[in-house]
């Protein structure tokens, strides 16, 4: 993994704690969770205050996630809301996250210059035993404490305050006028400077989880899908009637359900030739071909010609699988204006020529979703699927590992946003 980290593939972009206060109110955090102290002098975070160098000094990486539900999170500064999440057991931490960053940018900004936030991204289950526990959770909700008692403090000022406005004989209660002075040192003048989040509750609709070896749901109005091993708990059992369960093994299956939904693009010129995708997962499937039979072959740069002309070579090896054949005669009938009949193709070739449509709202989970089928296609795996991507990366050669880190260190993080855009947009 050192590769990974030198690269600034895994745990890239966090947040350093080293400032003294900081440092102690993160501490402070951490015992209100039943948690011991740090006793580290610098470390990084990310967007929910989880410490990859925390969570090595515990021995434990689910410190702030235990049992895989209802996510504990630290915040010590606004800052934290550009960062991102590198250990979630839902696909949709990050972006509850951001919903709640965003939502409560004028109290989350008060409360951590003099205090430090911490919580739970509560649900209604507290252990997932089975899908259906998964199944069950519909909305969550952000219970938010401080140290300091600031919110507290804020909620008893605020009562007091209209207690003055509202009772005539309010204002000769010495004790209540004292301990209002007294909190207003701490808090502030609440009238302009709001300190409680506003609003904490938020949908939990289509996500991937990592209970039960990976499992996507998908919601639309009147069902639900589960896509999963059918040897996860609970598939299958729970309400038959009203959820779909399909097994993640049966490309045909899962194909026809993200098609029929709208939730992918099948082969189409114009995407195709907008985006450059296809021609990518060219490059991709070529190298990772030679470098399955040339365990020493480098590759110093990618590229369109490089992997034609290796295909030219190695026409008897390129045809592995069927692969490189249909990219190719994809790209050509769709040049040609040519429709493509999917009735023809492989169901386990089917994803190797399509995207998620960037027009559903579910776009990113179906890229993670498709990137389970493309193992070669490291570039999506990273961008959508990052647990899957380090899973590949443990059982990669050196000489593979190498060169894929070296691809996304040169192109990916040259400009993310416009790859991204152009790849999958």
Do not use: C
């Not at 030198?6 to 440092?23: A, N, P």
């Not at 102690?24 to 948690?35: H, I």
């Amino acid at each position: 993994m050192d590769r990974l980290v030198e690269h600034k593939l895994i745990f890239g972009r966090l947040m350093e704690v080293s400032e003294k206060h900081l440092l102690e109110r993160y501490n402070k955090a951490l015992v209100a969770f039943g948690l011991p102290k740090t006793k580290l002098k610098k470390f990084q975070i990310d967007m929910t205050g989880f410490s990859p160098e925390v969570a090595e000094e515990m021995k434990d990486p689910q410190y702030l996630d235990p049992l895989g539900i209802n996510r504990r999170f630290i915040i010590l500064s606004p800052e934290q809301a550009s960062l991102p999440v590198v250990h979630t057991s839902f696909s949709n931490t990050q972006g509850l996250m951001h919903k709640f960053y965003e939502r409560n940018a004028r109290a989350l900004y008060a409360l951590t210059i003099k205090d430090v936030v911490f919580g739970e991204i509560e649900d209604s289950v507290y252990e997932a035993k089975s899908i259906d526990d998964l199944l069950s959770i519909e909305q969550v909700q952000f219970k938010v404490r401080t140290a300091d008692s600031l919110l507290n403090k804020t909620a008893e000022l605020k009562l007091m305050i209209d207690r003055l406005l509202k009772e005539p004989d309010a204002w000769r209660d010495d004790d209540m006028l004292n301990k209002m002075v007294e909190y207003a040192k701490t808090t502030g003048d609440i009238r302009t400077n709001r300190l409680t989040p506003q609003e904490v509750v938020f949908r939990h609709n289509t996500f991937w989880a990592a209970h039960f070896g990976g499992v996507y749901v998908f919601n639309d109005e009147n069902q639900t899908t589960v896509i999963s091993d059918v040897k996860a708990k609970g598939f299958r059992k729970s309400r038959p009637w009203q959820v779909s369960y399909l097994d993640i093994n049966d490309t045909k299956q899962v194909y026809r359900f993200l098609a029929e939904t709208g939730r992918i693009d099948p082969p189409r010129g114009a995407w195709i030739e907008g985006s450059g995708l296809l021609d990518r997962r060219f490059e991709m499937v070529v190298a990772w071909l030679a470098m399955q039979f040339n365990g020493k072959l480098k590759i110093d740069k990618l590229s369109m010609q490089w992997a034609r002309n290796w295909v030219r070579e190695n026409s008897d090896i390129s045809d592995f699988e069927g692969l490189v054949p249909l990219l190719e005669r994809v790209k050509s009938e769709v040049s040609n204006w040519s429709n493509i009949d999917m009735d023809d193709i492989d169901h386990d070739h089917k994803f190797l020529i399509s995207r998620a449509n960037p027009e559903h709202e579910d776009h990113y989970l179906v890229n993670r979703l498709i990137s389970e089928f493309l193992p070669f296609d490291y570039l999506t795996l990273f961008v959508f699927n990052k647990p899957k991507f380090y899973e590949h990366y443990k059982k990669w050669s050196n000489n593979y590992a190498d060169f894929v880190v070296n691809q996304i260190s040169d192109t990916y993080f040259t400009d993310k946003e416009a790859l991204r855009e152009t790849l999958y947009r």
